[in-house]
């Protein structure tokens, strides 16, 4: 399938607003077991805020936020900037949000106090921090292989150095682009498959119902429900309700399942809670960073 620039500029959108809606609608269960989400909801379909953090109805957390803090770093540089990102996420901590994971915190303060750009390998950092920031880095780098791992690596380091950590970013940053592209979700297996043949351990097809932050558990998750069911609407309702990490399962759900089924796909009621700055700013982000993407360079310079 070949699609319109229009299509996939409407993609873009679809993968950066799917992933605040994922987190919005996750937040409610997060660290909740799946028996304690049907005793309290039956089924959680509904964005209602609540959870742990006491959240407003529509508001996100640390997963849309530190994405949009890459966002704004690449759209202000209109380049890849690494520090600008450091520094995107320093302000972010400074601004006291709601959340922050403890390997992120870390990394943050590392870089602010020696300006290291990259965390030291780290036996605990397997967890799925870096990964549910890979939309902006998915359509920036939109058309251009290396980049996408280059700067998936990059941005990862920042807080996270694991190779499972490593290898989920890149998986997720190539589904994105794959689904950008309106590739069949076959070929959005086949990048798992590339994935457990080099880490067995992501393998999902026995999957056990575990969802929490270990980045092997959480993408197993996504992967289970993104493969079993047909809508964006099942697929997060699927997620979300296996509760754990259940904001960033649905983050991490929400871009390649709203890259895949695309913008039409994502419930109204849904986008209508959602936070309106916050949807507003990945509606705009989003095509902005794939017109500084190599794919957009090649068209321009093809005209
Ligand atoms: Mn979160
Ligand atoms: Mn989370």
Known sequence: MVLSEQDILSRAQAAFLGLAVGDALGATTEFMTPAEIRSRFKVHHKIVGGGWLHLKPGQV??????????????????????????????????????????????????????GRLESPCNEWDAGNGAVMRMAPIALFCFGDDEMLERCALAQARLTHNHAYSDAACIAVGRMVQQALRGAHRHTLH???????????????????????????????????????????E????????????????????????????GLEAIPRRWVRRLDGAVREEVLDAAPRLVGLSPWAQRREESE
């Open 190 to 232: 086949a990048i798992t498959r590339d994935l457990t043949s080099v880490h067995p351990k992501f393998r999902f097809n026995d999957y056990r119902g575990h969802a929490g932050a270990y980045v092997v558990e959480t993408m197993q998750t996504v992967f289970h429900y993104l493969f079993t069911t047909g809508s964006f």
């Open 234 to 261: 099942e697929c997060l309702t699927g997620v979300v309700n296996q509760g754990g990490d259940a904001d960033t399962t649905g983050a991490i759900a929400g871009m390649i399942a709203g890259a895949h089924y």
């Open 61 to 114: 957390t640390d997963d849309t936020q530190m994405s949009l803090a890459i966002a704004r770093a690449l759209l202000q540089a209109g380049r890849w900037d690494l520090p600008g990102i450091a520094d995107g996420f320093v302000a972010w901590m400074k601004s006291k949000p709601v959340d922050i994971g403890a390997t992120c915190r870390r990394g943050i303060r590392d870089y602010m106090l020696s």
